[in-house]
């Protein structure tokens, strides 16, 4: 058992002084005692907040972010897919190790303690499964243990190249599988994560363009009798051009025949969703399903804007994610969630509640509780029974210097970003201190050698 000592700490509680945090050997909070004054304990000065949960990652994107800006329009979108295909064509389990653990230390020094990473790339260059059908989902699991990250890892159930079905691509043989190649690879990571309390399984059908619905009932009930509360996430309506080929295929748009032909419920989480109509927008939020936020990814690649005022009145739920790596911080999802919406509505403060909590805290909290549900794992919050992901915010930094409560999330979400992060704690273990990764030179020189052969 491990005790820390925290100057100032975010509790369900609200804002407490010299909370003692008592840690479980498995790294979860088994007390928590605001105004402890213990001197046998360092006192860890700061801010102490629950760590974020990043509920969406491609972590080998982390390799193209910035390789795509040159060209216009759409083309520019065609130029970044065709890059990604060719990095696909290229990377080997150690480089893509190298790569994800690259992105993870960055989403930990950001402030994210843990990820779902949304996993399709299964087997090797020539579309072959490797000797060891799991290998490049437990070279995920590697990763996230080599920079201290928890993870819910989402194996994705990939078949077909588009909507008809139109066959995979040259380009996807990496990722496609059949119900029973799908069921081996998962069946082995199940075996692989049964002693890790800090990595969870769940199951990601790709998106309606890449699984016909027979399929995915089949899968989802395999995944089921494995684990009846896996979480489920699915790519669905990011760009108005999937919601124009789905409806030229079927006369429905992807969200309506998802909620038409399959029992979507609070265990789904729906990547992107940008495109919605009113109607459809009502019916998701009614199945308690939540929403699975791209900010940066979804500005960058032009997907169009989410309109979380109307559905943040429906009572729906959202987490956030880092999907491509343009950027890496939950800050600047949080930040851009909202400026995405006083720049449409000419209006500020649009995403703010009636609670009275500043718009910082009501932003975070949403992105706690709703992250804690899409990774499905307890933690997004510092109470008892909750895995003790921590991160210290630096209150000497000049962005939150004499700044109290709320107004150091505010300060910190829309002014001062990853750069406030000092220290982070996942399951009570230190990962980040005064900034710095624990293993960070090791982690950036394996990744420098990847990113070299890869791109050279
Ligand atoms: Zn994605």
Redesign the pocket.
């Known amino acids: 058992m491990t005790s820390l000592l925290f100057s100032r700490a975010l509790t369900p509680n609200g804002w407490c002084d010299d909370v003692r945090v008592e840690i479980s050997g498995q790294g979860m909070i088994r007390s928590l005692e605001p105004g402890c004054r213990d001197a046998a304990l360092p006192v860890i000065g700061g801010v102490a907040i629950p760590g974020v949960p990043n509920a969406?990652s491609?972590a080998h994107q982390r390799l193209l972010a910035g390789l795509a800006e040159t060209g216009a329009g759409r083309d520019s979108f065609t130029r970044w897919r065709e890059l990604m295909y060719r990095i696909v064509g290229r990377i080997d389990p150690d480089r893509f190790q190298a790569v994800a653990s690259l992105a993870y230390m960055e989403m930990l020094k950001s402030g994210y303690t843990s990820v779902a990473e949304?996993h399709y790339l299964h087997h090797d260059a020539g579309g072959s499964p490797y000797a060891q059908p799991a290998e490049m989902g437990l070279r995920c699991i590697a990763a996230a243990e080599d920079a201290g990250i928890a993870l819910t890892l989402l194996p994705s159930l990939y078949v077909h190249g588009g909507f008809g079905p139109a066959p995979a691509g040259a380009g996807q043989a990496r990722f496609v599988c059949d119900a029973g190649g799908y069921m081996e690879i998962y069946s082995a990571l199940a075996k692989a994560v049964e002693d890790r309390p800090e990595v969870r399984l769940g199951f990601a059908p790709h998106s309606l363009r890449a699984v016909d619905e027979p399929l995915l009932k089949e899968v989802l009930a395999g995944v089921r009798q494995a684990d009846p509360d896996a979480p489920v996430h699915m790519?669905v309506a990011?760009q108005r051009s999937e919601v124009d080929d789905c409806l030229a295929w079927c006369g429905a748009t992807p969200v309506r025949r998802l909620l038409d032909g399959i029992a979507v419920d609070a265990r789904w989480n729906l990547?992107?969703a940008t495109h919605m109509s009113d109607s459809e927008r009502s019916a998701l939020a009614a199945t308690q399903a939540s929403v699975v936020l791209?900010p940066t990814?979804e500005a960058n690649l032009g997907d169009g804007t989410f309109p979380a005022r109307k559905w943040l009145d429906l009572e729906g739920r959202f987490s956030i994610?880092s999907?491509?790596q343009i950027t890496i911080s939950p800050t600047d999802e949080l930040r851009l969630l909202e400026y995405a919406q006083r720049l449409a509505s000419e209006s500020r403060n649009v995403l703010a509640d009636e609670s009275g909590e500043s718009l910082g805290r009501v932003l975070l909290g949403g992105a706690l509780k709703g992250g804690a549900l899409a990774l499905a794992q307890r933690c997004g919050v510092l109470e008892e029974g909750a895995r003790a992901d921590i991160v210290v915010l630096d209150g000497e930094h000049p962005a939150l210097i004499a700044r109290d409560g709320d107004e150091v999330l505010d300060s910190w979400i829309f002014a001062g970003g990853a750069a406030c992060v000092r220290d982070v704690f996942v399951g009570g273990r230190q990962v980040v201190s005064g900034g710095r990764h624990v293993n960070e030179p090791e982690i950036v020189a394996r990744y420098r050698e990847a990113v070299r052969a890869l791109l050279q």
């Open positions: 969406h491609h949304f790519h990011e990547v992107h791209c990814t994610g999907d491509s």
